[in-house]
């Protein structure tokens, strides 16, 4: 996750979930749930300042701070105030749980971007040898703050059960 | 954080050590067992005991407050996930569709406070039902009922290793609302789960892996 390095490969994830409204922007968790938090934007930017500065550190093996983060990614995917990103997945079948979790209708939007921009969870844990074997399985790439530019929608599609309809473009 | 146990469900050693490396009262063993090895995993046996009956949530650093919630306001007993949403998890079980997916809503309780929480009993549900506490999956199950489904993900593949199959998933996925009513019923009927207690062989996994380097 260093935006300041030349983009080179574009990526495309999925994204489930339970309602769509093209003019509501999508926001990571932390910014949603932070129901009293005095600053959400604030206490959100300084979740991914804090992993982006464990990661470099970890990258120079810096054995506390690979601790730390495996921990701070652990608790970003089981807590929703402590996760920085919109969560994403490389797997549409896994967004597709999400679309329908409880048994009801959801959406699942197909989004595309600058691969360097967002995080790639089990890349960061499989490169620093970082465990996360319980949540491997959601391939999660998280989109730092928001869903906006440099990333895009590329189509949304209704879920209902096997029924599925494109409702963007 | 990974330890190996041959004899051991593959995806346990992990959920033992990610317990057991950040719960706050159980962080300092992991230098003991580092030291001594699998000496000390007897005696680990008692403390990690003790340590999960006690509720106590960090408050993180950097956080700011959340209105009349702060560190200062609450009792330790008030840290208790299940005090918190004045529920008792039999009962969570009992009505599940009740509780589907409840603590992702609106409650009394502002969400960060209820996630610190239910990450909290979580993990203390982890060391007890691994030593061999079976009623340790009662509230389990309900934290997975009312999570999201992240939490429901983690939840239902330590059950599913931790319980033999008798609820939970033998492979990683987003359990259905029919598998979690499924597994309510099962664990209303059982009524007294016994589980084996795998709390020793874990720590002479987990501090072989440590003093082998694999870890630290």
């Given amino acids: 996750m260093r935006s300041s390095e030349l983009v080179t490969m574009e990526v495309t994830v999925y994204r489930g979930q339970k309602w769509w409204d093209p003019a509501v922007t999508i926001t990571a968790s932390s910014l949603r749930s932070g129901v009293g938090i005095r600053d959400p934007l604030l206490w959100t930017t300084s979740l991914i300042q804090q992993i982006n500065a464990l990661e470099e550190k970890a990258r120079a093996a810096d054995k506390p701070a690979t601790k730390q983060l495996e921990q701070q990614l652990l608790a970003c995917q089981m807590m929703t105030y402590q996760n920085p990103f919109v969560s994403c997945t490389y797997e549409r079948a896994v967004a597709g749980s999400f679309a329908l979790s409880d048994g009801t209708p959801g959406y699942i939007l197909e989004i595309r971007g600058p691969l360097e921009v967002g995080l790639d969870f089990e890349g960061v844990r499989s490169s620093l040898g970082l465990y996360g074997d319980a949540f491997d399985y959601l391939r999660e790439y998280g989109l730092p703050i928001r869903l906006v530019a440099p990333f895009t929608v590329d189509e949304v599609v209704r879920v209902d059960g096997f029924a599925a309809t494109v409702v963007y473009p | ?216």
């Fill in chain 2, 1 to 216: 954080m990974t330890t190996s146990g041959q004899y051991l469900p593959s995806s346990l050693p992990g959920y033992f050590a990610w317990a057991l490396e950040t719960l706050p009262e159980t962080r300092h063993l992991v230098a003991q067992l580092g030291k001594q090895g699998a000496d000390y995993s007897s005696q680990i046996r008692h403390l990690l005991w003790r340590a999960t009956y006690r509720p106590r949530i960090q408050w993180p650093a950097g956080f700011v407050g959340l209105g009349d919630w702060s560190r200062d306001t609450l009792s330790r007993s008030d840290w208790d996930y299940f005090s918190l949403i004045q529920e008792a998890p039999e009962d969570v079980i009992a009505r599940p569709i009740l509780h589907l997916g409840a603590d992702q809503g609106t409650t009394s309780v502002p969400s960060p406070i209820l996630e610190m929480a239910s990450y909290d009993g979580f993990r203390r549900f982890i060391i007890r039902s691994l030593a061999g506490d079976g009623s340790a999956v009662i509230p389990m199950a309900a934290l997975m009922i009312r999570g999201n489904p992240n939490q429901r993900l983690t939840i239902a593949r330590f059950l599913g290793d931790a319980t033999n199959g008798l609820v939970g998933l033998a492979a990683p996925a987003i359990p259905d609302l029919d598998q979690m009513l499924e597994w309510s019923r099962r664990i209303v009927e059982a009524r007294e789960l016994v589980l084996p207690d795998r709390l020793v062989s874990l720590a002479v996994a987990y501090a072989n892996e440590v003093t082998r380097g694999g870890d630290d």
